[in-house]
């Protein structure tokens, strides 16, 4: 089955930095990839995602891209703010099925 | 529009009890999913319903049940809980299998003792 590898499980940076969460998935059949937002005591709420199509996608602070061949993705956040702060997940979805693959999740915080 | 509800929101059971966790969207979606958070795990799931009628084994279903009610609802079930099930559960809907967007319910919180 699909096997999907997030890094780093904890990221802080300062007000306005940038941050990275990357990840790998095993099986070159997915095809769609979303990163969700989970903060504390609520459920994970979708941010954004792509598919295997594009190699790019933005919107507003926060972007992803995908390496098919290397077959890893990665969420960029912009200019962070205090109210980044969450546990960040990926996922990986195979062409032809209708469950997720979930990384472990990236804890960020965003430091005033 | 509710989006995706559980109830209870936190439950405490003994070793050995049953329960049922329920859930329920309003967004006329066809695929529900009952998936378990625990720490350093990230989300794991445990069942899924493509569609109102069927269900199916996600990769952690071992001590649950599911009864897909309706297109609405999609009840996990312990039939005899354990302390490995002590977890944090989310439901989660989309619109069908191909549509692949995921909306997640608030979870309900369960220590079993």
């Known amino acids: 089955g699909e096997n999907v590898e997030q890094h780093p499980s904890t990221l802080s940076v300062q007000e306005g930095d940038s941050a990275v969460i990357k990840c790998t998935y095993s099986?070159?059949?997915?095809?769609?990839f979303p990163w969700y937002k989970q903060e504390l005591g609520k459920g994970p709420q979708l941010i954004i995602d792509?598919?295997?199509?594009?190699g790019e996608k933005k919107d507003q602070r926060i972007a992803v891209t995908l390496n098919k061949t290397a077959k890893h993705f990665s969420l960029h956040i912009t200019e962070t703010q205090p109210e980044d702060s969450a546990v960040y997940f990926c996922?990986?979805?195979?062409?032809?099925?209708?469950?997720?693959?979930f990384g472990k999740g990236t804890m960020l915080l965003v430091s005033p | 529009n509710a989006g995706v509800t559980q109830t209870p929101k936190f439950q405490v059971l003994k070793t050995g009890q049953s329960m049922t966790l329920q859930c329920a969207q309003d967004?006329?979606?066809?695929?529900m999913y009952w998936y378990r958070q625990d720490p350093g795990m990230g989300l794991r799931l445990i069942y899924y319903?493509?569609?109102?009628?069927?269900?199916d084994k996600g990769e952690v279903p071992n001590g649950y049940n599911v009864s897909r009610l309706n297109k609405r609802e999609f009840s996990l079930r312990l039939e005899s809980a354990a302390p490995s099930q002590t977890s944090v559960y989310f439901c989660?809907?989309?619109?069908?299998?191909?549509?692949?967007?995921?909306?997640f319910g608030p979870g309900t919180r369960l220590t079993v003792t």
């Open positions: 989660a809907s989309s619109l069908d299998r191909s549509s692949y967007e995921q909306y």
């Open positions: 099986d070159s059949a997915s095809n769609y």
């Open positions: 792509i598919r295997s199509n594009v």
């Open positions: 996922a990986a979805l195979k062409q032809g099925y209708s469950t997720l693959t």
């Open positions: 967004m006329n979606h066809n695929s």
């Open positions: 319903s493509a569609s109102e009628g069927t269900t």
